[in-house]
Every structure is written in C-alpha cells, then in structure tokens.
Nanobody
Framework: QLQLVESGGGLVQPGGSLTLSCAVSGHTLYWYQIGWFRQAPGKEREGVSCISRAGGDTKYADSAKDRFTISRDNAKNTVYLQMNNLQPEDTAVYYC?????????????????WGQGTQVTVSS
C-alpha cells in the first residue's frame, strides 16, 4: 500500500525557516499529485499547498503564498515544502497526502493516502 512519511518539523523562532519532506513508498510518485495540509490545535485541517504529477501546476493557500514553496523530485519519490518567514500562526501538525488526480486540489476527500504528520512549532 502507498505510504507517506513526513519529516523536517521542529521548533523555530519567528522569521525562521524549515523544509519539510514527504517520502513516498509503495508506488511511483509520478502517478500522484501531493498536497500539504496542516491542523492547529482547536482548528480544522486546512490545505497549505499542492503540486501536480509533473510539478507544473502548484497551488498555495493565501497564508502561505510568497512564503512557502512546494517542489517534487519524482526520481527520489520525495515532495518538499520550503517554509520561510515562519510565524506563530504557522504552528500546526503538517501532513502530506497523495491523490491520483491529474491536478492538485485542497479537497481532502480526494486524498486517499495520508502521512502521520510532523509538528512545526514557531515560538520565541
């Protein structure tokens, strides 16, 4: 079965940066578009960014636009989320998920496979 494992989370000060990785196994990454989602305490899960199969189509939440960058390396079966200028409101558990659609989407029901999440904490 397709498996996704997130890594790269941690504690960072406001204004700092982190790069999250999503390692995919069990199937070739090429066949899946990948989304990054996050869930903060007391809040609903929200889409952060997504990337299409070939990487040509990307999408960002308004809160992430101009600060976060999503990329993928199909040869390494890995998707990345570069996060810059992190702020306390970015604190959440970040999840990657796979969808076998052609284009990326923030509709969570379309994602059949999810990772366990990695904690990102932004605090002074």
């Amino acid at each position: 079965q397709l498996q996704l494992v997130e890594s790269g989370g941690g504690l960072v000060q406001p204004g700092g940066s982190l790069t999250l990785s999503c390692a995919v196994s069990g199937h070739t990454l090429y066949w899946y578009q990948i989304g990054w989602f996050r869930q903060a305490p007391g809040k609903e899960r929200e889409g952060v960014s997504c990337i299409s199969r070939a990487g040509g189509d990307t999408k960002y939440a308004d809160s992430a636009k101009d600060r976060f960058t999503i990329s993928r390396d199909n040869a390494k079966n890995t998707v990345y989320l570069q996060m810059n200028n992190l702020q306390p409101e970015d604190t959440a558990v970040y999840y990657c998920a796979a969808d076998r659609a052609t284009d990326c989407s923030f509709v969570t029901v379309g994602y059949a496979y999810w990772g366990q999440g990695t904690q990102v904490t932004v605090s002074s």
